[in-house]
Structure formats: C-alpha cells, structure tokens
C-alpha cells in the first residue's frame, strides 16, 4: 500500500487568490489523479497528473484554472486559481502503482473560499 | 464514459441491524473499490474487489463482474459507521465514483 500526505488540510481563502495543494507519496506511483468533491457530492476526476508533461484535464476542467505539477514519481501539485466561492469543496488526490492495482487517497484539502 | 449507481441514496439503521448496499456499473472494469468517507473527509478504503468476495471483520464484499455489480454487507451495524459509503471503478487508468450511499446508523 502507499501513503499519501496531502497538505494543507484545509484552507480559508479570498476571492481571486490562488491555492496551491501539494500530494507526496511514500513510494513511486505509476499514476497520479486530483479530484474534486463539492459539498454533499460525489468525487468528480479533474484530471490525471502525468511525470514530467501536461496534465490529461476532463471535460470541465482547464489548465488555466487547475494548473498541475509532477515532477516526479512521488510528487504532484494542483493550483486552485483566481478562485470564487464556488470553488469551495474537498480537493483529493489519489496514486495507484499500475493499471490494474489499488488506489490509495490524501486526507483530502477542504477548501473555503469568501 | 463508465456510468456508477449506487443504491440506496440513503438508509437510516437501528444499531445492530444488517445492511446491504449495491453497486452497478456500466461496462466491464479493471478494479473496483469500496471507501468509507469519514466526517473529516479522508478515503479509507475498505475492499479492493474486482472480483469475488472479501470479508473483513463485519463488513464483506462481493463483485460479480459479469454481471457487472457489487455488494457491500455491513453486519451488526454500528453508529461509528455511519458515514457516505462509496463505489469506485477502474476502467484502463482513471476511477469513476458512484453517487454514494449515505448510512445513518441510530443508537
């Protein structure tokens, strides 16, 4: 199994600034996912954080708004930009070791925005 | 893209009672997990069944992939499981949630 450290945990933001969350897992994932979880939903994916190019976004979902990192196999980052109380939800990122294996979660960012 | 239900949306429990929640997915998948949201908001997950069945302590699980559908079994429920329970599927990389089943479990 893999541990995921998700930070911050949760945040009280402004209108207009931007928040980046940071994932950093125990050992090397072959993939890595951010999602967003709006309140009383269900987990929506936002895109797929690929080592080393540009993020695979889903329909909805744009770089400009949720830029993301990974530099790495253990390391990734999602930016919540010019944000508006719309984008208050739990924001998740997961990693799984291969295709056909277990996903594991962070402990999820709750988000705020006023 | 793959399509999650799950069934019921809701259900309220009187402690100790028995429970059966139900997944049903859209087309053949990879992987499918079973997650228990805590009031924190934090994933745990409870069974990773892409097929078969799997018991732990009193939950269980079962995937019956040709027929494209999940079964969690909570046993002898308890008010600390109350929570919203999630499906997942994996089809090629990406997993997709169901809706969840929220359980209300009453002392």
């Known amino acids: 199994s893999a541990v995921i450290s998700q930070k911050p945990s949760r945040d009280i933001c402004q209108r207009g600034t931007s928040l980046t969350i940071q994932c950093q897992v125990d050992s090397q994932v072959t993939m890595m996912f951010w999602y967003r979880q709006q309140p009383g939903q269900s987990l929506t994916l936002i895109a797929t954080?690929?080592?080393?190019?540009?993020?695979?976004?889903e329909s909805g979902f744009v770089i400009d708004k949720f830029p993301i990192s990974r530099p790495n196999l253990t390391f990734s980052t999602l930016t919540v930009s010019n944000m508006s109380p719309e984008d208050s939800s739990i924001y998740l990122c997961?990693?799984?070791?291969?295709?056909?294996?277990?996903?594991?979660f962070g402990q999820g960012t709750r988000l705020t925005v006023v | 893209g793959i399509q999650v239900e799950q069934s019921p949306p809701d259900l309220i429990l009187q402690e100790g009672a028995n429970s059966t929640l139900r997944c049903n997915f859209s087309d053949s998948v990879n992987n499918l997990q079973w997650f228990h949201q805590n009031p924190w908001g934090q994933l745990i997950n409870l069974f990773y069944?892409?097929?078969g069945t799997k018991q732990n302590g009193r939950l269980s699980a079962t995937t019956v992939a040709t027929e494209r559908y999940s079964l969690l079994y909570i046993s002898s429920s308890q008010t600390t499981d109350s929570g919203v329970y999630f499906c997942?599927?994996?089809?090629?990389?990406?997993?997709?949630f169901g809706a969840g089943t929220r359980l209300t479990v009453k002392p």
């Open positions: 954080a690929n080592q080393g190019s540009e993020a695979t976004y």
């Open positions: 069944i892409p097929s």
């Open positions: 997961s990693g799984i070791t291969g295709g056909n294996t277990e996903a594991f």
């Open positions: 997942a599927v994996q089809n090629n990389n990406d997993m997709r």
